[in-house]
């Protein structure tokens, strides 16, 4: 029995098809089960969250193994960002030792560390020295950013880019070697499907992008040109702290998310260690078309 937490985001809806396709016996950790669409009569599900360390305990009976993709990049009205990335997986591997799980797979991100200036890369740095320590057999993924066509992100750059010019945070200049959801999830079945898998793997894409490369692709992909428009990171900051304080929880971005795409995110490893575990990363022109 495979425990999957962030069943519903990018890489864990991916994952979750190719694990029922697979035939795996799955459990899914969720506060609400119709986020899983149709894969929701295919597995069995625990009603509970990472801000829950009480649901834990009936989510681990019977499980093997752990595939932790849950994940905050922004503060919940229930916990803060350190609390869902390193003190909540922190938990959750505690939990997984007392309950006999053998194998325990975390994703971390590329460019974490517990200096880092984004309290999402401190917190998720924290919570992989954590994993790495376990006397569990862990496995540590640490991808550049995963994106999907249809996913938050990139829904926000297509609503930015309807637009008369195509605001970007900063100066876009950090680099980036994005990394599709299908293939950050085929990587994972590279895992659990191997006898020995080594105990840290980074996910790069082929291409080395940095944020206005990307925001050009996608607006060659939905057939619109626009002028990039550069927005100095104070008015950013300004902004987006004005917009949270006004619409809390669903705010459409955060000065936490902005600052992300200020740090790169990539790896001299390129492509290696997908490819060692059987992926050929796409470009991410490839993927979105244009």
């Known amino acids: 029995m495979i425990l999957l937490t962030g069943a ?6 991916a994952l979750l098809r190719r694990l029922i396709a697979s035939g795996a016996r799955v459990r899914c950790l969720v506060r609400d089960p119709r986020r899983l669409g149709p894969e929701r009569v295919r597995v ?11 649901s834990f305990r009936n989510a ?24 869902l990335n390193a003190v909540a997986t922190l938990r959750l591997l505690r939990a ?3 309950t006999g799980v053998e194998r325990f797979v975390f994703f971390s991100a590329l460019g974490a560390t517990l200096h880092g200036q984004a309290r999402f890369f401190r917190a998720k740095a924290l919570a992989e020295r954590t994993v790495e320590e376990s006397p569990l057999q862990t496995v540590v993924f640490a991808p550049s950013i ?30 980036y070697q994005p990394i599709w959801a299908e293939d950050a999830a085929a990587a994972v079945m590279g895992v659990l499907d191997g006898a020995n898998p080594r105990r840290r793997y980074e996910l790069a894409g082929p291409e080395v992008l940095s944020y206005d490369d990307i925001a050009r692709i996608t607006l060659r992909a939905l057939r619109r040109r626009r002028r990039l428009l550069h927005v100095p990171l104070p008015l950013v900051r300004a902004g987006l702290w004005t917009v949270e ?7 459409f971005a955060t000065w936490q998310e902005a600052e992300l795409m200020e740090i790169p ?3 001299a490893r390129g492509t290696a260690d997908a490819e060692e575990l059987g992926v050929r990363p796409r470009t991410m022109r490839e993927v979105l078309g244009g």
Do not use: C, F
């Not at 519903?8 to 809806?13: A, E, L, P």
């Not at 969250?49 to 009480?54: G, I, T």
């Not at 304080?245 to 705010?251: C, H, I, Q, V, Y």
């Open 265 to 267: 995110m990539t790896t």
């Open 245 to 251: 304080a006004l619409a809390g929880s669903t705010a």
């Open 8 to 13: 519903t985001g990018n890489v864990g809806s």
């Open 44 to 54: 069995q599900i625990a009603l509970g969250d990472l801000s829950q360390p009480a």
């Open 96 to 98: 997984a030792e007392r």
């Open 146 to 175: 995963v994106y999907s066509p249809l996913d938050p992100w990139m829904r926000l750059l297509e609503r930015m880019s309807v637009l008369p010019v195509m605001p970007i945070s900063g100066p876009g200049h950090a680099l």
């Open 60 to 83: 681990l009976r019977g499980v093997d193994a752990v595939v932790h993709l849950a994940a905050a990049i922004r503060d919940q009205p229930r916990a803060s960002i350190e609390e």
